[in-house]
């Protein structure tokens, strides 16, 4: 059955996403066909906000990230760069589902470790370097609302600090074991891994659920 959904998505690939391919994603993700579908709604608005297309493109997804501000940073392009799993300069609907799933409360931490690995090597290069380092230290700044009070040399000092007790290797950058290891002694750093309202997204489109041909069982999946 999932075999013969594949195919008929494949072959009407030019066609907006279909309910086989929701399913599909269903079954490979944390999220149920319900979820799928609510996400679809989100797409949608997200895919429209710069260039009207069936594509979240850069400038889409750095208007939704920045709250507006077309401010671009490292840290967003990185992530951009994280969605568009195929790198083809776009996100497909099916990008967006995957990476989506990694910040469901539901999804294993080993993905989410992984995954903010990969966000915080900013230039690709299979480490987390002081750079990296540096936008990690700020968000979490940021988060506890300390950025404003500290001085750029006093950030940068906590940045040297961290980086020095993390650096076990000492080749001053951060490769996946030490990464790994910060992460078991600082569970925080992977807090913005998770989204909670990712539990609750059909709540956020509840019109969704009473439109859909989706089977009512599928809602308690
Ligand atoms: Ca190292």
């Known amino acids: 059955?999932?075999?013969?959904?594949?195919?008929?998505?494949?072959?009407?690939?030019?066609?907006?996403?279909?309910?086989?391919?929701h399913a599909i994603l269903a079954d490979e993700t944390t999220f149920s066909v319900n979820?799928?579908?609510?996400?679809?709604?989100?797409?949608?608005?997200?895919?429209?906000?710069?260039?009207?297309d069936d594509f979240i493109h850069k400038?889409?997804?750095?208007?939704?990230?920045s709250n507006g501000s077309s401010k671009q940073n490292l840290l967003s392009e990185r992530l951009f760069d994280l969605f568009d799993a195929k790198r083809k300069g776009v996100i497909e609907f099916g990008?967006?589902?995957?990476?989506?799933?990694?910040?469901?409360?539901?999804?294993?931490?080993?993905?989410?470790?992984?995954?903010a690995f990969r966000l915080y090597d900013l230039r690709h290069t299979g480490y987390i370097e002081r750079e990296g380092l540096k936008e990690m230290v700020l968000a979490t700044l940021r988060e506890h609302e300390l950025d404003l009070c500290l001085s750029i040399d006093a950030v940068e000092?906590?940045?040297?600090?961290?980086?020095?007790?993390?650096?076990?290797?000492g080749d001053g950058k951060i490769d996946e074991e030490e990464w790994k290891d910060l992460v078991a002694k600082n569970?925080?750093?992977?807090?913005?891994?998770?989204?909670?309202?990712?539990?609750?997204?059909?709540?956020?489109?509840?019109?969704?659920?009473?439109?859909?041909?989706?089977?009512?069982?599928?809602?308690?999946?």
């Open 35 to 52: 979820e799928v579908e609510a996400l679809y709604i989100l797409f949608e608005q997200l895919s429209s906000s710069a260039i009207d």
């Open 95 to 115: 990008e967006f589902v995957r990476a989506l799933h990694i910040f469901h409360p539901d999804a294993r931490e080993a993905e989410k470790i992984s995954f």
């Open 59 to 65: 400038e889409d997804f750095l208007l939704a990230i």
């Open 1 to 21: 059955m999932r075999s013969l959904a594949r195919c008929f998505c494949s072959s009407n690939a030019k066609h907006p996403p279909k309910f086989e391919e």
């Open 187 to 221: 569970p925080s750093l992977i807090k913005n891994m998770t989204l909670p309202c990712l539990r609750d997204i059909t709540l956020a489109f509840p019109h969704f659920v009473v439109e859909s041909e989706v089977p009512d069982s599928e809602l308690f999946r």
């Open 157 to 169: 000092a906590i940045v040297d600090k961290t980086l020095q007790e993390v650096d076990l290797k």
